[in-house]
């Protein structure tokens, strides 16, 4: 099946601080999501992304469909980022399921 | 619009008893996927419905587990006479399309621990 990779595995970052996730997937795709899950365990949708870019507030993604790498950034970090972050895909013409890559584990300390 | 529904949110259960997840998709929504993530690890797959239907299982463990999304109600995922190693978040996500071609909803999971 399609191998999904996310980049680094973990972060530690000084709240104020940006940074930059990296999801690299190794087939082509027709869905790309971002999300995060918080240190309570629940996920939360943050961007639904299989080419182009977005931006939600402090959060933008960018998906290089072609390159099969898509990058989530994070702007001025604050405490309540802290939690995994998880990159999915589905395949093309296999699409009945999303491939969660392994994780960001970021924590922002105050 | 009320996001992903699941009940409980946390479950309890001895060795050998039934857990029944519950989950309501978002309005308007059809399709329900189930997903399990083992601690420490990421979402996995386990099976893909309609109203009525299984579209695909691949993922679900061959004994024990089963689904079902119902023409009235919510989809339910059972495992019977569990485990330890069902201990676990379940986690259930819906969308207005079939497949994978349109943006999936995450409900907040269910975490199962078994004792």
């Known amino acids: 099946g399609i191998q999904v990779e996310q980049s680094p595995p973990d972060l530690i970052l000084q709240e104020g601080a940006n940074s930059t996730l990296r999801c690299n997937f190794s087939?082509?795709?027709?869905?790309l999501q971002w999300f995060h899950q918080n240190p309570w365990g629940q996920l939360i949708n943050l961007f639904y992304?299989?080419?182009g870019t977005k931006q939600n507030g402090r959060l933008s993604a960018t998906t290089v469909a072609t390159e099969r790498y898509s990058l989530l950034y994070i702007s001025s970090s604050q405490t309540t980022d802290s939690g995994v972050y998880f990159c999915?895909?589905?395949?093309?013409?296999?699409?009945?399921?999303?491939?969660f890559g392994t994780g960001t584990s970021l924590t922002v300390i105050p | 619009n009320a996001g992903v529904m699941q009940n409980p949110r946390h479950l309890v259960r001895r060795r050998g008893q039934e857990a029944r997840l519950r989950c309501s998709p978002m309005?308007?929504?059809?399709?329900v996927y189930w997903y399990r993530q083992l601690p420490e690890e990421g979402l996995k797959f386990m099976v893909y419905?309609?109203?009525?239907?299984?579209?695909?299982e691949s993922g679900m463990p061959k004994e024990r587990f089963s689904a079902e999304f119902p023409k009235e109600g919510p989809s339910i995922l059972r495992i019977q006479q569990v485990v330890r190693g069902d201990s676990a978040a379940y986690f259930c996500?819906?969308?207005?399309?079939?497949?994978?071609?349109?943006?999936?909803?995450f409900g907040q999971g269910t975490r199962l621990t078994v004792v």
């Open positions: 996500a819906s969308s207005p399309l079939p497949g994978t071609e349109a943006r999936a909803f």
């Open positions: 087939d082509s795709v027709n869905n």
């Open positions: 992304i299989p080419s």
């Open positions: 999915a895909v589905s395949p093309k013409n296999t699409g009945n399921q999303f491939y």
């Open positions: 309005k308007g929504h059809s399709h």
């Open positions: 419905l309609q109203k009525e239907n299984i579209i695909d």
